[in-house]
């Protein structure tokens, strides 16, 4: 039984970290809509991309506990608190800013018709808040997977890696959102 849910655990969090990575490649392509239908096509397809990580990661998270809380000692307290955490804060933030944000987008941008996008739904599709959620998703789980390696490393070392790597990821798409807020968007 150990093994199973210790599998289940590591396999929910691998998919998880695919689901949350595709999930932001596809939110930060929005910006290269093309037209207000592929923006509205596009925005529902991150929506569904949201729902299968979401659901990947409700599942980790329901693995670990059960086996933080099935086996004395198996798994460390500590241990579990940070793969938990690592797995629901940014699961978290996505349902918090990015899932409405994409809403709203996919709902303006249906909306439209045919007729041209608004330069404020194009900074909408570019938006920081809308993709680097999915990218901590992704770096969380990564990191939450980096907690099987061997214990020499420490426990402390993912967690921190995935924090400094999200910053970077943050002030690099910060950087991109602006350039596009005084650019106009391009289309592929």
Same mark, same amino acid.
């Given at each position: 039984m150990y093994s199973a849910l210790n599998g289940m655990a590591a396999g929910f969090t691998l998919l998880l970290l695919a689901f949350a990575w595709t999930a932001g490649s596809k939110a930060g392509k929005l910006?290269?809509? +093309?037209?207000a239908e592929r923006l509205a096509r596009r925005s529902r397809k991150l929506l569904t991309w949201t729902a299968l990580a979401?659901?990947?990661?409700? +599942?980790?998270?329901?693995?670990?506990?059960?086996?933080s809380r099935s086996y004395d000692g198996a798994l460390p307290t500590e241990r579990a608190a940070l793969q938990l955490t690592l797995i629901a804060l940014p699961i978290a933030a996505v349902w918090l800013t990015a899932l409405p944000g994409a809403r709203r987008l996919w709902r303006e941008a249906a909306r439209l018709n045919g007729a041209p996008v608004p330069a404020r739904l194009a900074t909408k599709a570019a938006s920081v808040a809308l993709v680097a959620p999915y990218r901590?998703?992704?770096? /969380?789980? /990564?990191?939450?997977?980096?907690?099987?390696?061997?214990?020499?490393? /420490?426990?402390?070392?993912?967690?921190?890696?995935?924090a400094a790597t999200f910053a970077a990821l943050w002030m690099l798409r910060r950087r991109r959102t602006k350039h596009t807020q005084t650019a106009a968007p391009v289309s592929r």
């Open positions: 910006k290269w809509f +093309g037209s979401s659901l990947s990661a409700i +599942g980790a998270a329901a693995a670990v506990w059960l086996l901590a998703a992704a770096l /969380g789980a /990564g990191a939450s997977l980096a907690l099987y390696a061997p214990a020499a490393w /420490g426990t402390a070392t993912p967690a921190l890696a995935c």
